[in-house]
């Protein structure tokens, strides 16, 4: 089954509306997703230490885990105490201990 467009205008077969009709029935009543996992525990990283060098900043730390899935990298301009407000800007893979981050401005404290 293609979901490219073609000749035909893109139209699925009734075979093909069938077969797709069928999977969502079965995977609207399907029961055995569930949310109620126990968190994993992972060692947090030690020693972080950060180098300014111009509008660059290369942050390492100590990687004491063995199952991470990797770590997603924040930061804010507003403190914790004046509520910090995490902007998603990256993240690194397992066992990787060093990220950089090319786009600060000069002037800004950042948390």
Sequence with gaps: MS????????????GQYGRIAAALTVRQGHSAYNL??????????SGLTA??????ITINCVDNATN???YLIERSTTSASAGFSAIIMGGVAPDVST???????SSTNYW
Excluded at 99 to 105: F, P, V
């Design 3 to 14: 979901y490219y467009p073609d000749q035909c205008g893109g139209s699925f077969t009734a």
């Design 36 to 45: 109620s996992c126990a968190a994993t525990a992972v060692n947090a990283p």
């Design 51 to 56: 180098v300014q060098v111009g509008n660059s």
């Design 68 to 70: 991470e899935i990797g």
């Design 99 to 105: 990220y950089s981050d090319n786009s600060i401005s």
